[in-house]
């Protein structure tokens, strides 16, 4: 499947990378010369070592392990090696880094370790359309001429798919997210705004913007249509991307899964360069999704100890409002099966 | 099987709580409105989180799920829930907290995780008078009328079946326990007091009661036979508790399993009413069996690593004193099966 | 397997003893009355404590069992514990500790744990003289007179048989260790001490002894030959013994496994007797090899993360000059079988 890893503008020049953890693998994610993304498995080819341990930095023109130094140039072909030219047989496209295929959309690098990856459009873009309606309607963002004004990374004690789970409803929202039902009062009704085609839920009356106190937000995305002005769209891009629309920002969810009971949460928030660039205070902006991350990671980590208890042995209940997460169980159940 | 977990007085008032772990499942005990003790799984029935995840507190009249706000009366009963009168076919007793088997004795709460609970009787009963060759001799000590003086709680790294074994025999007091031998001298024979049918391990000549320095105890507690009287009587009831009495207190040992080589024991030390309400120093008191815990736990811990060495595959040796031991084995035996 | 456990010298007299770890056992190693060194098994043959939790120690006569005061004798033999007499049956010997087989060689206690071990000759011995091409050519150097100058213990985060690659090929050499291919110029060519039978790696020409800075040793080793002097011979004794000579010191590094990624080294670096009596200073011969050490140890634990990498499952590439490593991984596999 699709995995979402990197924002392309963290790769601003050729050479500049990052690694990140894909299920058990380190992948390495870097700008080629030509300016293309690329990812290799973030292994040498020769005895197995991690080519790069920090999460992320910028090399010249090549990748050289620092065992024994065979060095990959940014295609990842073999390019150098001790003694390499009294080693005729050995091929230096066949003993490239191994390659992971890339795609770029909303500003962000996707990989797919599979050898013969879904179609992208079949897998991301549909998800989009599934929920929104129409593609158009996210390109109206502009996503990927956004700029990135914070970026926070939670540490979960819970699996991937309680977080899922928890993103695709709104039944806690009542509960456990009071200042956001203040912005979105349908939220209070615990309709998410996932759970009708094309639906963004409407900001209160007496609200100004999407933050944490409802004062005014920052500059408006110009292609925001006038429907979408003064209203919230959540997205979930199975497995592991969130993608939330309001007027004047993007907030965007990477999840890491890093043990059955542990995933890392990288949160973006997106807004017009210029209002980064101007150095706008996005505190107020900021702080509402924090505080929702917050509250909703806590509740998943209260869930996850009991996920073995015997009581819950055949899962809980849906509630009516809850109905589209038994589509989820149903999807996790076929890639398992 | 029966598992013993909270001191009744713990449970103060209607509404008091307390959350214990028994195998690897969370329970939740409290006491209903109409002052009966109730114990439930302690995982929500909609979506499975904790319902509460504090050791202790205490509640009005609710337990509330924080995730999604289902709500519980003290009894388990589902009484309500965001949107619950749209779920016509939602049963309120059947979606109620799952209900955990309770008894009181001794003054404390045992529950039964089993769906249909060996006989108390047959069970934690026949193992006292197995070892006392009849119950009165424990009921003269009035168990549920004593108050806790002191509570130690240890984390002992070692498995609880070590822990049991080290309790039922003495063979080891000469070794590691010089104060108790010096309070009861025939323990210096490595006889434990458990090897035969209805005896209690004497006091020296020169002890005045059962304290660290053999000074005298406090009030003596009525009801205490002449017979019992400077005497000491030690009860294993398989599989987590352990009851000492002497003349003028009882300690109760309750042992946690939490992992295969860590036990959590709590042990509680007993008064007569008057005497945990006057003050009157206990130190000398809860200090010799402190000590005695300590040995024992530190014998058990350098014990646990070495259970996987080759040279135990077979186990070790029993010698004539520690053969009732054998019958601990066989009775481990039969469980796993 | 033969595995070199402790340095003779440190069990000083009869009853200094040491615990060590050898595979998930811990085994005692001590010196008896007579002289001669004893290893056991570091149980308890009752109910299998602990017998010692330190590393080293001494006793006077006796290992005696803290938790029920069985008591054994140097030579293991069970010679008193309480009521023993009235334990007829009990045969002294039959229930001594458990004895592992035991040889001393260049002054280091070497042990095994089969119960039918190998012959030393075959496995130990035969190691050294197929590296070196016969064995006078290690006697050369007494090993078993000189003493411990100096004693670093590494703890490694990386499985023992990347330890061992690791240090059986010299390809890495020119890229890690730019002190040692200073030292010895050859190295920068990636062909190992080892790889040729009987070969030692030459000192550079301006090279006046084995230290960080190359300049001159302390007093050479008096039976080094004129071939040996100005040279470094390395040997690996599989599966966790490497041997490094040099005329003036020999540094002999012992590996524990500990867990799958988890390897302790203790390294010696040893001298004559009055170079380390006379208190030379001994830190530029000392860091050369222990930056050797870090140098390794850290590719060994940048490569111990990706072990478990799809694309390295079927290992990586072995270039020419490391073409004996694969006689390890097949000697490995014959082993696990």
């Given at each position: 499947m699709w995995f979402c890893v990197v924002r392309s503008s963290d790769l601003g020049k050729p050479?500049?990378?990052?690694?990140?953890?894909?299920?058990?693998?380190?992948?390495?994610?870097?700008r080629a010369r030509?300016?293309?993304?690329?990812?290799?498995?973030?292994?040498?080819?020769?005895?197995g070592a991690t080519i790069r341990t920090e999460e992320s930095g910028e090399v010249k023109r090549t990748f050289q392990c620092p065992y024994h130094a065979w060095t990959y140039d940014l295609d990842g072909k073999l390019i150098a090696a001790p003694n390499l030219t009294k080693m005729a047989d050995l091929d230096r496209v066949e003993y490239?880094?191994?390659?992971?295929?890339?795609?770029?959309?909303?500003?962000?690098?996707w990989v797919c370790l599979?050898?013969?990856?879904?179609?992208?459009?079949?897998?991301?873009?549909?998800?989009v359309t599934e929920r929104l309606g129409a593609l158009?309607?996210?390109?109206?963002?502009?996503?990927?001429?956004l700029e990135v004004g914070r970026r926070i990374v939670y540490d979960v004690q819970a699996n991937w798919k309680l977080i899922i789970e928890n993103f695709m409803e709104c039944y806690h929202c009542a509960t456990i997210h009071p200042e956001l039902t203040e912005v979105l009062p349908e939220f209070a009704d615990g309709y998410a705004a996932q759970y009708f085609v094309g639906h963004g839920a409407e900001f209160g009356d007496?609200?100004?913007?999407?933050?944490?106190?409802?004062?005014?937000?920052?500059?408006?995305?110009?292609?925001?249509?006038?429907?979408?002005?003064?209203r919230y769209y959540a997205i979930t891009i199975k497995p592991q991307v969130f993608v939330n629309l309001v007027p004047d920002h993007v907030i965007l969810h990477r999840m890491f899964p890093m043990a059955v009971d542990r995933t890392v949460v990288e949160c973006d928030w997106l807004y017009l360069p210029g209002v980064v660039a101007g150095g706008k205070d996005l505190d107020k902006s900021v702080e509402l999704f924090h505080r929702v991350n917050e509250q909703d990671f806590e509740a998943c980590e209260r869930t996850q100890p009991r996920m073995s208890s015997r009581t819950y042995a055949k899962g809980g209940v849906l509630v009516p409002s809850e109905h589209h997460i038994g589509a989820f169980h149903e999807w996790v159940q076929d890639r398992i099966g």
């Open positions: 050479g500049a990378f990052k690694t990140v953890q894909v299920g058990t693998e380190s992948i390495l994610v870097t030509s300016g293309a993304v690329r990812a290799f498995y973030n292994v040498c080819r020769h005895r490239g880094l191994v390659k992971v295929h890339v795609r770029e959309w909303l500003g962000y690098v599979a050898d013969d990856p879904p179609s992208f459009e079949d897998d991301v873009l549909a998800a158009d309607l996210i390109d109206n963002y502009d996503v990927p001429s007496e609200i100004q913007g999407f933050t944490i106190d409802g004062s005014a937000g920052v500059d408006r995305i110009p292609g925001v249509s006038e429907d979408q002005d003064r």
